[in-house]
């Protein structure tokens, strides 16, 4: 079984929601929208949609949103949210490697917040040929080998963080080689054992990603360092192509 069948679950949401504010999900929706020049009624894909962060603003702004991802968990959690607020895309289980829509089903797609590089890269390559045989443009976003190279230490790196009566305690290492950003997560909470979590994420550069993106079928890529559409730099944040 893929670790990251595993990993996507209530648990996520511990790990990642400190750095997961309103604010910051504001900002790249509108980012999304501007870049991808989303109208109201346009179709649009949210490839691992997770807990529908991105999905369900998309949706009270007027787009029709499907969002696709293999976690039961975290859809579910999505369905919870979009009742709260009264937006509902479509939710999906399914395979962003092999979707279940037809060619050209949507107007645009969006990929973002390092969900790419969770398997082979032939896999990689699998989810962005899907994304541009069902949509004319996609926006991807994720974090790129040499921005995340350059801020850490050669070794391994230990961190903790309590939350809510939650202790997270992390040990982060790369593995050269491969280029993967590995992390063992360790979640506690008083009363209950301790919850063990394993974390790989393949490390692409601009390069790479960039050239993933036209074996795909893409033929117009531009590049950005962030959702402010400043230039990519080796030292960029992150790495946000607006492909067609």
Known sequence: MSWWREFFDEEYVVLYAPVLDPERTEREVAACA???RLAEGMRVLDLC???GRHAIPLQRRGMRVAGVDSSRKLLAKAAERSDRVGAHPAWVLGDARELPFRSGAFDAAICLFNSIGYGTDAEALAMLREARRCCKALLLETAH????VRNTAPGSVFEWAERDGVRVLVQRWIEALPGVSRAIFRIQREGHPDVVKDFRHRL???TELTAMLRKAGFERIECYGD???RAFAIDSPIFLAHAR
């Not at 080998?145 to 995340?148: A, L, M």
């Open 34 to 36: 501007s870049l991808l």
């Open 49 to 51: 949609c997770g807990t």
């Open 145 to 148: 080998r040499d921005e995340h």
């Open 204 to 206: 692409y550069t601009a």
């Open 227 to 229: 959702y402010d559409r």
